[in-house]
């Protein structure tokens, strides 16, 4: 797995735009001059459409940090008719590229215009004017000689409010110091920001994970930094970065079941404050609810996190707990890799039905599927391929998206 991190002095993640299409352009008022030919009629030609403002999903670019320093967008008008019936050249179009998994709004009625979720996918946001129609087309036989022509039409402006949402398959959430970042840098050869204090993670995170024999299936991940309690009233860095796992499939719950050091004692044994995990797991629970109800529909697991320095009777708790909910739960260490490759196989089983991605992520409303259903189902292939006699050892590395 590869993830992309981008750092957080250029992370923008919602914008407000102002757009003005082109106007068309006027219609031409001429008449046919030619030697020879004293009454040559009206022959006034057409103007120019004006240019459409458009927003096209493209892969160059990740934030809408481009966007939030450039505010205004203007196209320029069409150009006027002129004679011989000649039409004025339309202006063309102005394409801002956007990242997949952008919404966008009216900024003033907050009316939804699109969401603009696949790759080439675009967005008419103002339309250009038309042309004016030249004073060819008013002749008629009572009216030899039209001194009439049309203005062009005005083009379309608004404020546009954009809000850029992951289209992730998967969502990871917990308190800070989880172990996310950890987890990570484990599953990718990507080195996040790693240290023993909170918030380490200050902007969203995402990635895709291959794998099959032949790396022939794949996720996305989306990691974002640690909640606490509170959060919805604005603790913490709070629910700033939610928006991020709302389109996910899955929720993997990380909860820390180590032991918390808080110094050592006299013979220099660490001396630490046992976790609490149910309570750390209700409380993620309870921030997702504030947030949006709907987070709480979402298929989910518990995964155990650090347990190569796990409190037995701490994670105990977890695991009863999980087992009286009917929670799918999972122990893993990053430091050891125990538990690493069943959890990705598991998070597989439940993203698999919804491949390609580019399907799921058309859907208005991720497919929910019951918990029961992480048990069940066809075998899963390996999450590594296996190798042949003499081939290298090497995993093969997955593209950074953009």
């Not at 250029?10 to 046919?32: E, L, M, T």
């Not at 030919?37 to 120019?48: A, C, F, L, M, T």
């Not at 309870?286 to 989910?300: D, H, I, Q």
């Not at 208005?364 to 391929?385: R, V």
């Amino acid at each position: 797995m590869h993830f992309l991190f981008l750092p957080s002095a250029v992370f923008v993640d919602h914008a407000k735009i102002f757009v003005k299409a082109g106007d068309g352009g006027d219609g031409a008022i001429r008449f046919r001059r030619e030697a020879y030919v004293p009454k040559g009629g009206p022959d006034g030609g057409d103007g120019g459409a004006g240019g459409s403002v458009v927003l096209a999903a493209s892969n160059q670019v990740s934030t809408l940090i481009h966007i939030h320093y450039q505010q205004q967008y203007r196209v320029k008008p069409g150009d006027p008719g002129s004679g011989s019936r000649s039409s004025g050249k339309s202006s063309p179009d102005m394409i801002i590229p956007v990242p997949p998994g952008t919404l966008v709004k009216d900024a003033e009625t907050n009316e939804l215009v699109g969401d603009i979720r696949e790759l080439g996918q675009q967005l008419i946001v103002a339309k250009g004017g038309r042309g004016g129609r030249g004073n060819h087309h008013f002749k008629s036989s009572t009216r030899k000689t039209p001194y009439i022509a049309e203005p062009g039409t005005k083009g379309e402006e608004r404020w546009l409010s954009l809000e850029l949402k992951f289209l992730a398959d998967v969502g990871l959430v917990g308190l800070p110091n989880a172990g996310k970042s950890t987890l990570i840098s484990v599953l990718s050869n990507s080195k996040p920001k790693i240290a023993d204090y909170p918030f380490t993670t200050l902007i969203p995170n995402m990635g895709v994970v291959y794998w099959g024999r032949n790396h022939e299936h794949h996720f996305t991940v989306a990691d974002i930094p640690g909640l606490i309690e509170g959060a919805h009233e604005g603790k913490g860095l709070g629910i700033q970065f939610l928006r991020h796992i709302e389109r996910t499939s899955l929720l993997l719950h990380l909860v820390d079941v180590s032991v918390h050091p808080k110094g050592v004692d006299s013979k220099g044994n660490p001396i630490g404050e046992a976790a609490n995990p149910v309570r750390d797991f209700k409380t993620i629970r309870s921030e997702l609810a504030a947030y949006r109800a709907n987070l709480m529909e979402k298929p989910f697991m518990a995964v155990a996190t650090k347990m190569d320095s796990a409190i037995e009777k701490q994670l105990s708790k977890l695991a009863r707990y999980c087992d009286k909910e009917k929670i799918p739960f999972f122990e893993i260490s990053a430091v050891t890799g125990e538990g690493i490759a069943p959890l990705v196989r598991a998070m597989a089983k439940v993203v698999r039905p919804l491949r390609p991605v580019e399907t799921a992520i058309l859907k208005n409303n991720p497919q929910s599927l019951p918990a029961s259903s992480l048990n069940k189902g066809e075998e899963m292939p390996p999450l590594y391929p296996k190798r042949g006699k003499g081939e290298s050892t090497q995993v093969k590395k997955c593209p950074v998206p953009t």
